[in-house]
């Protein structure tokens, strides 16, 4: 493609994750000192572009995107992910250990039923 060839690499995946989708939380802001010094760097857009991502995902995706890209960087990626996107350390090694268990969809839940606050009162069964 003529235009993909115009534009060089690192620009066009800026534009890609620049596009507008609806974000369910803010875009966390990596305080690592490489995005610090250089914030428009390779390493700071890489950065930008997966704190990006992470504002689209709800929770047990986020857990799991973070523990993938954790197991992909090896020794220290869980703390350079958590640095990175604002993740706890321990939540991180929870994704880790859910694709490392094998991931059940439940349909449309995120957490596990049973959580939250029990009612004040109880049902009553109309008779």
Do not use: W
Not at 14 to 39: I, N, S
Not at 66 to 84: K, Q, T, V
Not at 100 to 111: K, N, T
Request: proline content about 5%; glycine content about 12%.
């Amino acid at each position: 493609m003529p235009f993909m060839e115009a534009i060089p690499y690192r620009i066009f995946t800026r534009m890609l994750v620049m596009v507008d989708l609806k974000a369910l939380r803010q875009v966390h802001q990596c305080r690592c000192g490489q995005c610090a010094c250089h914030p428009q760097g390779d390493v700071g857009l890489d950065h930008e572009a997966i704190n990006r991502v992470m504002a689209l995902l709800d929770e047990k995706q986020r857990r799991l995107f973070a523990g993938m890209l954790a197991l992909r960087r090896g020794h220290g990626g869980i703390h350079a992910l958590s640095e990175i996107t604002g993740l706890s350390r321990t939540t991180i090694r929870l994704g880790i250990a859910d694709l490392r268990r094998g991931v059940v969809a439940d349909g449309d839940r995120i957490r596990r039923p049973g959580g939250g606050r029990q009612p004040l009162e109880k049902k009553i069964q109309p008779s």
